[in-house]
Nanobody, 124 residues
Framework: VQLQASGGGLVQAGGSLRLSCAAS????????WAWFRQATGKEREFVAG???????FYADSVKGRFTISRDSAKSTLYLQMNSLKPEDTALYYC???????????????????WGQGTQVTVSS
């Protein structure tokens, strides 16, 4: 599956952005989907994920501010980001895999298809 992320940009603290990730190729349904982010000089970290059954998980740092969703008809994954903070600044990646086990949903090496990343910059 090929992934194309978009929607990043520069926003002031407290603002909002919505990231999109269009998937093409293999089937969208039956995959576990997730967003990860990587700030400069830091390791890639889990942000949010949708298990293939529909269960949703968030990193504690974004819980209550970010919302992950998917539109299977459009083969698109979304990440609505509200109340953005400077520490949310990072390159955001979408990813998916049909073979992720639940206990490894937050682990980047569990996924085999990655988008190119979209930059989110939050100014204070």
């Amino acid at each position: 599956v090929q992934l194309q992320a978009s929607g990043g940009g520069l926003v002031q603290a407290g603002g909002s952005l919505r990231l999109s990730c269009a998937a093409s190729g293999r089937t969208f349904s039956g995959y576990t989907w997730a967003w990860f982010r990587q700030a400069t000089g830091k390791e890639r970290e889990f942000v949010a994920g949708i298990w293939r059954s529909g269960n949703i998980f968030y990193a504690d740092s974004v819980k209550g501010r970010f919302t992950i969703s998917r539109d299977s008809a459009k083969s698109t994954l979304y990440l609505q980001m509200n109340s953005l903070k400077p520490e949310d600044t990072a390159l955001y990646y979408c990813t998916g895999s049909p073979s992720v086990i639940l206990s490894s949903l937050r682990v980047s090496s569990s996924y085999h298809s990655w988008g190119q990343g979209t930059q989110v910059t939050v100014s204070s």
